[in-house]
Every structure is written in structure tokens, then in C-alpha cells.
């Protein structure tokens, strides 16, 4: 069951030479904080906001997203934030695929990562490595999401383990997808 | 068609790419993080100072009367604002929907991706929370004491 070549117009997506692919349409908000690993597509009406540091110099990067990562439409980045603390960088892994319309306010997202449409991942969550988070789940904030492991429902909980071969079936998933997310002259 | 009106108080942040129709009037210390909606179709909406909304928020007025909004409000990313009355010191987490002609009390907490019903009271302190939403409790006095 492959997944089918999908296209998009080429006048709204920016392709970058480490090749991303940014929709024009997505609201990249401090885009000089944001750091893209590359080959990473961000969809129409994402937002990222990579405006919300701390004052006072010290680290430059407020969101750093790694390789073939997907952040699908109507998905959310913002860092999370600690009363009278401020802002804390936020750091996402290699082929993460963010579903459509969820909220992820995580300190840190492993790498081979996924997670479903409509999720809401509260504040300073850790997700670890190879961890799938189904779709419409609510975990709470501060949760650590262990490695291999499914969390599901709201209040996000543990309902499955995940096989060791999920690093390279992540891994194959966003090549793949990455792959057959072509551009065409319409 | 409400005359488009904005009255923002002093310190109040509205950042770049908010949409904001009809008669709307915010409080100092406000904060609105872009990409939120503040659509005050039928009738004006009035919020607060120390209010922090943040992305994708929507706050809708949909009826002629005046949609009050207090002071010192929390609402978080995605939520859907349509009530009739909120309190103060509210939180209204990620993904929540605060529907119809409900309203708030204060010191309420609605749980992420729980929403109302229409036409409720809800009385202060509340917190709505869990899977099917509408479970609700009520928690301790909330707010911070102060030591005398």
C-alpha cells in the first residue's frame, strides 16, 4: 500500500537549497531563530513561532527542527514558557511527522516521532526517540513520553509498545513522503 | 454592520496578523499573539486588562448584547470563545470551546479539548476536564494567598 505522489502548486511552497519546502501560506514568526535540519516540509497554515526567547542574548535558536521532518497543515510550534522564567528553546528530532491541526508546546521531541492529527501536547513535555502518539490525544504538561512506547486518549496515556523496526519504518515513511511531495507548474 | 472600532488600552500588545472585526475594546496588558480572531459580529466585545490570548484563538460575538470579558484570562492556542460573560483569572486550555451563550465565572479552568454546552451558568471555581469532557469539579479556593 504505497502512499500516493502528492502535489502542490509551485508558486506556494519556498524551496530552500538544503531542501525544505516551507509553504508560503504557513506563519513562520522569527524566522532567523528557527533552524531547519533540511528536507523538511512545513504545510499551508502552520505556525511557527520562533519570536518567543528570553531577553538577554544567550541562545540564538528558539526552535530547531531536524531532517525530513513534516509538519502538516494547521499544525502549531510554539515554545513552551514558565511564568517569570520566559521562554525555553524547543528542539524536534530527524523525521518527525507532526499530523494536521495539533498543538505541540513540547521542550523536546526525539527523532523518528509520530504524532497523530489534532494532538495537544502541553507544556515541557519530553517525547523520547520512536514514540507514536495517536490522533486527538492530550498529554498533559510535563509528561516524559518514553521511547517505543503509543500514548493515546486525553489524559495521553501508555497504551502500547511500539517494535524495535519502527526507527527504520519512520525513517523509510518520511523519505518516502518527502519523496513524493513534488511540485507541479499549475 | 457594527462600525469597526478598536479601543486598546495602554501596554496592551496586538501583534501583526490578528483579525479583528467590529467594536472591540482591550484592556491594558493585554496580549494577542498573532493569528488569533477577535470577531465581534453582532455586538462589541470588551476584554480585560492582563488577558493573554494566544495563536489560532477565536473569540466571536454573535449576539447584540456586549461579550464582557475580565481580567488576567488565559487562552490558550486554539480555543473557541462564544459565551456571553467571562470572569477573571480563567484558564481556557489549548483546543477547548467555550460555546453558545455560556457563562464563565472565575477562576475556572476548562480542560484542553473540552468544551460546554450552550446556555450554561457555570459557577466560579470550576474545572472541566477528561475524555468526555464534562466532568466537573470543584477545586480548592483558588488564587494565591497572601500572607499578612
Known sequence: MEPPIVYYPRSEYIETDTGNKVSRKSVICGSQNIILGGKTIIQTDCVIRGDLRRTG??????????????????????????????????????????????????????????IGKNCVIGRFAIIKDCCRIEDNTVIPPNTVVPSFSIYEGSPGMFVDELPECVQDLYEAKTKDYYSKFQSKDS | MPKECFAIGKRAVVCQDTEMKGEIDIGSGTVLHPQCKILAESGPIIIGSNNIIEENVTIINKQPTPLIIGDENVFEVGCYVEGSKIGNKNIIEAKARVLGNTSLGDNCVIGAVCSTKKDEAIPNNTVIYGDHHNRRTQTASGGVSFNK
Open chain 1, 57 to 114: 542574548g544567550g541562545h540564538a535558536v528558539v526552535v530547531a527542527i531536524g531532517r525530513y521532518c513534516l509538519l502538516a497543515k494547521g499544525s502549531i510550534i510554539r515554545p513552551p514558557y514558565k511564568t517569570y522564567k520566559g521562554y525555553y528553546p524547543m528542539k524536534i528530532g530527524d523525521h518527525v511527522t507532526i499530523g494536521e491541526g495539533s498543538i505541540v508546546e513540547a521542550a523536546t521531541i526525539g527523532s523518528f516521532v509520530h
